[in-house]
């Protein structure tokens, strides 16, 4: 398989974690809670916190993935494989569409089991230090593992299929793509905006997020089907 | 069944959580007090004639008495539970 193809496979695929939303909306909420507690610096000190363990677990993940593909699948997924992948990436699609956020005018609530999110925004209300903040964005990004295993599973196969010396390059770029959506918040923070005025752009333009996942989704689907399956 | 858990009011509550709120909004101190103050005697002349309430009856009232005098306090109220 071409380079090219393969970096086009990790973007994609980093693109369709960054738009889930778990992840951002436990960094807004931990915003949030902190400011009304701390000073500005120690918030920003917990939010980099929550960010490193969100990217530690994202990039430990998807190093996972590549260690099992290239032990158990010989170093690349087989047809088989890549079309149960590219059937799990269309389910994650129409998931995103019609049921990624619960019903209801002015929230934001994803379909996530209740007890989960419970945890994370109680969590969200007692962090206090770096190490707490840090397990905080590996709870979040785990929470979501459900929907982004099979994101993992195709990054995985593209980055297996790049010359070995790029290959940690790829965990990288993957890794950094997925928390840029966070980066961004903070920088936003950072120049004076509030966490409330992120969470109204959010609510305003959740229709718009719902479906840049799903296509994202798909998208990834179809370039898979396109340029692993079909060739 | 399900057990029904039943908290006390407490105004002092009302005001920190008020408090909070407003400081993770940057609003200027002095004003954020004076808005916890009228808002939590309001709430106070609110529930005294009430035995029982439920707590989305409080939020409700409490959301109708910030929007009135800071609206993006009010949203961060009234959504705080909301976000994921």
Known sequence: ?231 | MRKKITYEYSSTELKKNILLNAKSLRIPEAWAKQIADRVVKNIDKWIADKELITEDDLRKQIVKELKVLEPNLAFAYRNHDKII
């Open chain 1, 1 to 231: 398989m071409s380079d090219i193809v393969c970096v086009a496979t990790i973007l994609l695929a980093g693109l369709a974690q960054a738009s889930l939303q778990l992840g951002l909306g436990g960094l807004i909420l931990l915003y949030h809670n902190s400011l009304g507690k701390h000073r500005r610096r120690r918030t920003n000190y917990l939010a980099r916190n929550y960010i490193l363990g969100t990217a530690a677990i994202t990039f430990l993940v998807v190093a996972a993935f590549c260690f099992l593909i290239g032990n158990f699948f010989n170093g690349a997924l087989t047809t088989e494989w890549l079309v149960i992948a590219l059937g799990a990436l269309g389910a994650c699609a129409i998931v995103m569409w019609l049921l990624y956020y619960r019903r209801g005018k002015g929230s934001t609530e994803l379909w996530l089991p209740k007890s989960i999110t419970r945890f994370i925004r109680k969590k969200a209300r007692q962090t206090n230090d770096g190490v707490e903040a840090f397990s905080l964005g590996l709870l979040s990004s785990f929470a979501e593992m459900p929907i982004s295993i099979a994101l993992f599973f195709v990054a995985g196969n593209a980055i297996l299929n790049l010359n070995a010396a790029w290959q940690v390059v790829g965990v990288l770029a993957y890794t950094l793509i997925t928390i840029l959506p966070m980066v961004v918040l903070q920088f936003r923070i950072h120049a004076g905006r509030t966490a409330v005025e992120a969470q109204q752009w959010r609510l305003r333009n959740k229709a718009f997020l719902r479906i840049i996942s799903g296509s994202s989704f798909l998208t990834l689907a179809l370039f898979v089907a396109a340029f692993w399956i079909v060739k």
